[in-house]
Protein backbone atom coordinates (compact mmCIF):
# COMPACT_ATOMS: atom_id res chain seq x y z
CA UNK A 1 0.00 0.00 0.00
CA UNK A 2 1.29 3.03 -1.13
CA UNK A 3 0.70 6.72 1.10
CA UNK A 4 -0.31 9.60 -0.40
CA UNK A 5 -0.20 13.32 1.89
CA UNK A 6 -2.58 15.68 1.60
CA UNK A 7 -2.84 19.42 1.94
CA UNK A 8 -5.66 21.26 2.63
CA UNK A 9 -4.90 24.96 1.37
CA UNK A 10 -6.51 28.02 3.43
CA UNK A 11 -9.74 28.73 3.01
CA UNK A 12 -10.24 25.64 1.75
CA UNK A 13 -10.89 23.87 5.13
CA UNK A 14 -14.75 22.91 4.17
CA UNK A 15 -14.22 21.67 0.75
CA UNK A 16 -14.11 17.59 1.06
CA UNK A 17 -10.64 15.98 0.55
CA UNK A 18 -10.79 13.66 -2.68
CA UNK A 19 -12.26 10.60 -1.49
CA UNK A 20 -14.34 7.16 -2.83
CA UNK A 21 -17.93 7.32 -2.89
CA UNK A 22 -18.70 3.67 -2.60
CA UNK A 23 -16.07 0.74 -1.04
CA UNK A 24 -14.53 -0.50 -4.32
CA UNK A 25 -14.38 2.83 -6.44
CA UNK A 26 -11.24 3.03 -8.35
CA UNK A 27 -11.02 6.76 -8.03
CA UNK A 28 -11.12 9.08 -5.34
CA UNK A 29 -13.69 12.15 -5.80
CA UNK A 30 -12.76 15.67 -6.46
CA UNK A 31 -14.38 18.69 -5.40
CA UNK A 32 -14.78 22.27 -6.91
CA UNK A 33 -12.43 24.50 -4.56
CA UNK A 34 -14.12 27.81 -6.42
CA UNK A 35 -14.57 31.23 -4.49
CA UNK A 36 -18.30 31.60 -6.57
CA UNK A 37 -20.37 29.62 -8.58
CA UNK A 38 -18.62 29.43 -12.05
CA UNK A 39 -20.31 29.21 -15.23
CA UNK A 40 -19.07 27.23 -17.79
CA UNK A 41 -20.62 28.08 -20.96
CA UNK A 42 -20.45 25.66 -23.98
CA UNK A 43 -17.32 24.90 -26.02
CA UNK A 44 -15.53 26.97 -23.42
CA UNK A 45 -12.81 25.51 -20.62
CA UNK A 46 -11.45 26.53 -17.44
CA UNK A 47 -8.93 25.49 -15.01
CA UNK A 48 -11.50 24.62 -11.64
CA UNK A 49 -8.95 24.59 -8.25
CA UNK A 50 -9.48 21.36 -5.95
CA UNK A 51 -8.18 23.22 -2.91
CA UNK A 52 -5.06 20.91 -1.85
CA UNK A 53 -1.95 19.98 -2.41
CA UNK A 54 -0.57 16.73 -2.07
CA UNK A 55 2.77 14.53 -1.99
CA UNK A 56 3.05 10.56 -3.54
CA UNK A 57 6.10 7.92 -3.59
CA UNK A 58 8.18 8.28 -6.88
CA UNK A 59 6.62 5.14 -7.70
CA UNK A 60 3.10 6.82 -7.88
CA UNK A 61 1.13 9.24 -10.77
CA UNK A 62 -2.05 10.67 -10.13
CA UNK A 63 -4.46 10.37 -13.16
CA UNK A 64 -7.61 13.36 -13.54
CA UNK A 65 -10.35 11.65 -15.27
CA UNK A 66 -14.14 12.85 -16.01
CA UNK A 67 -17.07 12.01 -14.11
CA UNK A 68 -19.36 9.91 -16.00
CA UNK A 69 -22.60 11.58 -14.73
CA UNK A 70 -21.38 15.05 -15.62
CA UNK A 71 -20.02 13.85 -18.85
CA UNK A 72 -23.41 11.97 -19.58
CA UNK A 73 -25.76 14.57 -18.33
CA UNK A 74 -23.88 17.64 -19.03
CA UNK A 75 -21.24 17.09 -21.66
CA UNK A 76 -19.10 18.09 -19.14
CA UNK A 77 -15.83 16.65 -19.22
CA UNK A 78 -12.04 16.87 -19.28
CA UNK A 79 -9.29 18.29 -21.50
CA UNK A 80 -6.13 15.91 -21.30
CA UNK A 81 -8.04 13.34 -20.42
CA UNK A 82 -6.20 11.52 -18.47
CA UNK A 83 -4.42 13.95 -16.67
CA UNK A 84 -1.34 12.86 -15.06
CA UNK A 85 -0.04 14.72 -11.73
CA UNK A 86 3.66 13.70 -11.58
CA UNK A 87 5.07 12.48 -7.94
CA UNK A 88 7.40 15.57 -7.81
CA UNK A 89 4.23 18.33 -9.03
CA UNK A 90 3.62 20.02 -5.22
CA UNK A 91 0.84 23.18 -6.60
CA UNK A 92 -2.37 22.71 -6.14
CA UNK A 93 -4.14 20.05 -8.03
CA UNK A 94 -6.59 21.91 -10.73
CA UNK A 95 -8.65 20.16 -13.16
CA UNK A 96 -9.11 21.52 -16.71
CA UNK A 97 -12.96 21.36 -17.88
CA UNK A 98 -15.01 21.75 -21.06
CA UNK A 99 -18.40 21.94 -21.60
CA UNK A 100 -19.14 20.27 -24.98
CA UNK A 101 -22.72 20.24 -23.65
CA UNK A 102 -25.41 22.73 -25.10
CA UNK A 103 -26.47 24.48 -21.86
CA UNK A 104 -24.14 26.37 -19.51
CA UNK A 105 -23.09 24.68 -16.66
CA UNK A 106 -22.90 26.35 -12.90
CA UNK A 107 -19.72 24.28 -10.73
CA UNK A 108 -20.64 25.22 -7.38
CA UNK A 109 -18.12 25.20 -4.57
CA UNK A 110 -17.86 21.55 -3.22
CA UNK A 111 -19.30 20.17 -6.24
CA UNK A 112 -17.84 16.54 -7.35
CA UNK A 113 -15.97 17.42 -10.56
CA UNK A 114 -13.78 15.10 -11.40
CA UNK A 115 -11.69 11.83 -10.36
CA UNK A 116 -9.02 10.82 -9.19
CA UNK A 117 -6.91 7.35 -9.57
CA UNK A 118 -3.13 6.79 -8.78
CA UNK A 119 -1.35 4.38 -10.73
CA UNK A 120 1.87 2.63 -10.56
CA UNK A 121 4.61 3.96 -12.72
CA UNK A 122 7.46 1.46 -13.98
CA UNK A 123 11.12 2.14 -14.02
CA UNK A 124 12.03 2.41 -17.75
CA UNK A 125 15.19 2.53 -19.41
CA UNK A 126 15.67 3.43 -22.59
CA UNK A 127 17.69 1.89 -24.78
CA UNK A 128 19.05 3.19 -28.63
CA UNK A 129 19.02 0.50 -30.91
CA UNK A 130 19.81 -0.10 -35.21
CA UNK A 131 17.30 -2.56 -35.68
CA UNK A 132 13.79 -3.53 -33.98
CA UNK A 133 12.96 -7.00 -33.78
CA UNK A 134 10.48 -8.12 -36.14
CA UNK A 135 6.63 -8.92 -35.01
CA UNK A 136 3.67 -10.21 -37.59
CA UNK A 137 2.04 -6.55 -37.18
CA UNK A 138 5.66 -4.68 -37.95
CA UNK A 139 4.33 -1.04 -39.37
CA UNK A 140 0.80 -1.75 -39.69
CA UNK A 141 -1.45 0.82 -37.62
CA UNK A 142 -4.24 3.23 -37.42
CA UNK A 143 -7.19 0.74 -38.57
CA UNK A 144 -4.99 -1.70 -40.69
CA UNK A 145 -6.76 -4.94 -38.58
CA UNK A 146 -10.29 -3.30 -39.46
CA UNK A 147 -12.48 -0.40 -39.42
Not at 79 to 90: C, E, H, Q, V
Amino acid sequence: MFQVLFKRLPGQEEVPLPRKMSEWAAGFDLHAAVAEPVTLNPGERKLIPTGFSMAMPAELEAQIRPRSGLAYKHGITCLNSPGTIDADYRGEVKVLLINLGQEPFIIERGERIAQMLFQVVPAVQIAEVDELPDTVRGTGGFGHTGV
